[in-house]
C-alpha cells in the first residue's frame, strides 16, 4: 500500500502543469513577502526615516519604547512625541490618518482629534475590559495579509493538481486499472490517502515557507501582542476580538488545512464523476468560489454557516469574525469538523464512484 501511495503522489507531482502552478505559487510567495518588506515605511518625529529593513528597526525601537500594557497616560505620550509640525497646512486632512509610523498611526487613529492632539477618549472607552498589549505588530499583520491571499490562490493549485487524480484515468488507464485485482479497492484508496497527503504537504510548505520569511525579516517580537492596536490599513473588517499576533496566525494556518482538506475532498469526488481532467478542475473551481457570490451579508444567522463553506478557511477574517465562543474559541474552530466531514464525504463518494465506472 505504501508503494502504491508513493506511485500516486510521483503521478501528482510529475505533471508538468503541476509543477508550474507550484512553482509559480512559491514564487508568488517570495516576491509578496519581499515587496511588502521593501515596501514598508517608517519616520521617528525627528529626523530618522527609512524603508525597508530601516522601516522595521525604526517601527521595532519605537514600539519597545512603549512596550507592555496600553494605557491613557501611554497614548498621551505618544500623540504627544508624535504631534504634527505645528507649521506644518494639513489643508484640511485629519490628522489621525497622518501616517508616521505603525505604532503613531495606530494610536492616532483611536485616540487622535483632528488636530493631532488628545480626543479625551480613554483606552477602556475603546478597548472596554481588554488589556491590550503593546508592540511590534506590522511585520506580522502584513505577514498575515499576504497568507491571505497565497491560501485561496493554494486552493486553486491544490485544484489544479487533484482534479486529474481520477479523471485523468479515463482515457484507457481505468480499463486497466478496474480489471486489476485490486484496482477498485486498493488503487482507489491509494489514489485518495496520495491526493490527501499531496494537499496537507503543500499547504505545510507554503505556510513553513512564508512563517520563515517573515521570521527572518520581523524577527519574533510581536507575537504576543494584541492585533487590535493595529494601523490604519488593518483595522476596516478586521477580527474583532484580542487574539494576539500569534494566536491569529494558529488559526489562520489551522484553517488553511482544512481548507485544503475540503478543497481535496470537493475535487476527489468531481474528478471521479467528471470525464475528464478539464471538466473536473473548472466544476471545482467554480463551486468553491461560489460560496463568496451569495447574497448573505455578515451580519445574517446564515452566514454562520455559509462562513464554514472552503473559500472562507482561506479568506479567515470573516470566518473569524463571526463569534467568540464562551470557552473562549473563536465560531472558526467548527471549521474542524466541517472540513473533515467534506473531505470524507467526497473520498468515500469518489471512491464509489470511480469503483462503479463502467470499463469498455
Partial sequence: MRRLIQFEMRKLFSRRLAQASLALLLLLSLLLGVSTWRNMYAFDGKSREG??????????????????????????????????DPTLDLHGMNAAYLYQNALQSSVALRFSDMNGGWNGVGVSDVFGDEEIRVGYVYGWLSTSQNLAKLFLVLSLVLVILLAPVFGGEYGGVDNLILTSRYGRTK??????LA????????????????????????????????????????????????????????????LAFTGAVSVAGLTLALSALCQSPLTALAASAALYLFPVLLPVPETSWVFRFVSLL?????????????????NGWLHAVWAVPVSLALACAGALLARRAFAKHQVC
Fill in 51 to 84: 524603508t525597508g529593513a530601516a522601516a522595521v528597526e525604526i517601527d521595532q525601537a519605537i514600539a519597545e519604547n512603549y512596550a507592555g500594557i496600553l494605557t491613557d497616560e501611554k497614548v498621551q505620550q505618544i500623540l504627544s512625541e508624535f504631534a504634527p
Fill in 195 to 254: 491526493a490527501m497527503l499531496s494537499a496537507l504537504l503543500v499547504t505545510a510548505l507554503l505556510a513553513t515557507a512564508n512563517l520563515a520569511l517573515a521570521l527572518v525579516l520581523y524577527g519574533a517580537d510581536g507575537l504576543d501582542c494584541s492585533i487590535l492596536l493595529a494601523p490604519v490599513e488593518f483595522v476596516e473588517g478586521y477580527i474583532p476580538f484580542n487574539l494576539t499576533c500569534g494566536a491569529m496566525l494558529a488559526y489562520q494556518v489551522l
Fill in 310 to 326: 472552503p473559500v472562507y478557511h482561506a479568506q479567515f477574517r470573516s470566518l473569524m469574525s463571526v463569534e467568540q465562543m464562551a
Fill in 187 to 192: 488503487c482507489a484508496a491509494a489514489k485518495l
